[in-house]
């Protein structure tokens, strides 16, 4: 019982510093600053919005993306700089192609889903913003990681950092349907990327809870949610032995929810979850972005949702042709026939000077009330 109850202290211990970052051997090396760093970079890639707005510009953008990290991989980050530089606002393929081929990043293979998207800077933008940001994040945070948990081995005697590990590398934290894989058995759903993607986080509890007695033999989350998102890092077993896997991590932004969906095991007695970050409401899910992260359409205009928009995630449709919409959120209504005249909110025309401060036509005799802001009496003429 005393070799149990140390082996939960330890495991205990081991996910606290593995939350916090204590690692005293990097400065500055915390989960707010890695939460913040990741915020910046994937919490508002609009170019990414617009690129999936179809399934092919999604699917496009992932293409490039791994693309532009082969080519980091193979001739440098600098490489995948000088493309992105250059291929910014391009809208012939053929010359985002020639640009890709110069820096060994298969742009032959490209050149065929390129010619099918609708916006083509809006991917290559997007590749570019995704692929640099989680480059320059996979160095940030693998320094953090590979500190922290080569201190806790030495610190919990678990033994010396013995590998070199891989970049903390994005997860697949798409959206799942819950009814359409409601109607499968568990095999299916294992094998359906809709309920369950390769790449996925998955943990053994619910909510994203860990489980102390297990931590450095099994896979450990750090989750920090503030009112800008929830940053959910799936960190990997300290204990030697255990293999050298990487940090796999993604961030849902507000207003996306982050949500945990039971996964069915039934051969076995643990059960799994698998982290899953969910459009708002008035929105569904799209194609999976870059960034592992689902795009949400607005489900009045199947439009990508505008999250920083200050009318509203999702505006109203256009209106039909020769109206305007009223304060761009109100109704369609047909402009004023005599440009002279101002619109009211309602929609009616008149004399400006016939138009309060909010916003009304002051009917035939009564005139605006600047001080009240309303409609009063207008004076009579002396009998």
């Known amino acids: 019982m005393a070799r149990a109850g140390g082996w939960r202290t330890q495991g205990a211990a081991i996910i606290a510093a593995m939350i916090l970052l204590a690692s005293p051997?990097?400065?500055?090396?915390n989960l707010s600053d890695i939460f913040n760093g990741v915020k910046d970079t994937f919490g508002a890639l609009g170019s990414c919005s617009s690129a999936c707005a179809d399934g092919v510009?999604?699917?496009?953008?992932a293409f490039m993306t791994s693309a532009l990290g082969g080519v980091s991989a193979d001739a440098g980050q600098g490489a995948v700089d000088s493309f992105c530089s250059q291929a910014e606002g391009l809208t012939d393929v053929n010359k985002v192609v020639g640009l890709l081929n110069s820096v060994g990043g298969a742009g032959d293979q490209a050149a065929s889903v390129l010619n099918s998207v609708g916006s083509l800077t809006s991917v290559v933008k997007c590749a570019c913003e995704t692929e640099q940001g989680a480059g320059s994040v996979a160095s940030d945070l693998g320094a953090c990681m590979e500190d922290a948990l080569c201190w806790l081995q030495d610190e919990l005697g678990l033994g010396s950092c013995y590998c070199t590990r891989p970049p903390p590398a994005l997860a697949n934290c798409a959206s799942i349907d819950v009814e359409h894989c409601a109607s499968k058995d568990t095999y299916e759903k294992w094998q359906d990327p809709a309920c369950l993607a390769s790449g996925s986080i998955i943990n053994t509890n619910p909510n994203g809870q860990n489980d102390p007695y297990m931590g450095p033999w099994e896979n450990t989350l750090a989750?920090?949610?503030t009112p800008q998102g929830t940053l959910v890092q799936q960190l990997p077993p300290s204990a030697e032995g255990t293999g050298c896997e990487g940090?796999?991590?993604?961030?849902?932004?507000a207003p996306m929810k982050a949500d945990w969906q039971q996964i069915p095991n039934p051969d076995s007695d643990v059960d799994f979850y698998v982290f899953a970050c969910e459009c708002p409401d008035g929105t569904h899910p799209g194609a999976t972005m870059p960034n592992g992260?689902?795009?949400c359409l607005c489900d009045n205009t199947n439009q990508p949702a505008q999250f920083s928009n200050v009318l509203g995630m999702c505006p109203p449709p256009a209106c039909p042709t020769g109206q305007v919409r009223l304060g761009g959120v109100g109704d369609c209504v047909t402009p004023c026939a005599d440009p002279k005249q101002g619109m009211a909110f309602d929609g009616s025309c008149c004399n400006p000077a016939q138009m309060n401060t909010c916003g009304q036509c002051c009917p035939a005799g009564t005139t605006p009330d600047p001080k009240s802001g309303s409609c009063v009496p207008a004076p009579q003429p002396p009998k």
């Open 223 to 225: 989750i920090t949610t």
């Open 25 to 29: 051997a990097r400065a500055g090396c």
């Open 57 to 61: 510009g999604c699917g496009a953008a």
């Open 293 to 295: 992260i689902s795009s």
């Open 247 to 253: 940090v796999k991590y993604c961030f849902c932004p």
